[in-house]
């Protein structure tokens, strides 16, 4: 008899519990009437001439001297490592790859290829041609 007086004290405290959240999402809203959905004069919506257009010709120069000629080749041909010539992810999944790889690469901080250097090397791996496969024998 004990156990079932317990959980009908245990149910009332949770049936307060309920009745008082009730109460308080009853309250009404806290914002004054007056509020409008119009954007601030201070957003910070990027010009179109602050954005920055990848440079292919400076991507080629930077996949050399940062490091990845080293394990994908000079030409992006891959080898023992991917082919990155004629990348086809999408920039995000570029970035994350290069960020936190998976597998043996080495991950390269913004401290050591910052964003903007990283949609130039993109930009240049992306007009290069795709390797065609070799048939096998």
């Avoid at 602050?50 to 400076?58: C, R």
């Avoid at 960020?99 to 290829?113: S, T």
Wanted: hydrophobic share 35%; net charge positive; charged share 10%.
């Amino acid at each position: 008899m004990r156990g079932s007086c317990y959980f009908v004290q245990g149910w009332s405290k949770v049936g307060v519990a309920l009745g008082l959240l009730l109460v308080a999402c009853q309250a009404g809203p806290t914002v004054p009437s007056t509020a409008t959905l119009e954007p601030s004069p201070t957003s910070t919506i990027p010009s179109p001439a602050a954005t920055i257009v990848p440079d292919p010709a400076l991507g080629a120069q930077l996949y050399r001297s940062v490091g990845c000629a080293r394990c994908h080749g000079p030409n992006a041909e891959g080898g023992v490592n991917p082919t990155l010539a004629g990348i086809r992810m999408s920039f995000s999944t570029f970035m994350r790859q290069v960020r936190m790889p998976r597998g043996e690469m080495e991950p390269f901080p913004p401290e050591r290829v910052s964003n903007q250097e990283l949609s130039h090397i993109y930009a240049w791996l992306q007009s290069l041609p795709r390797p065609t496969p070799t048939p096998c024998a």
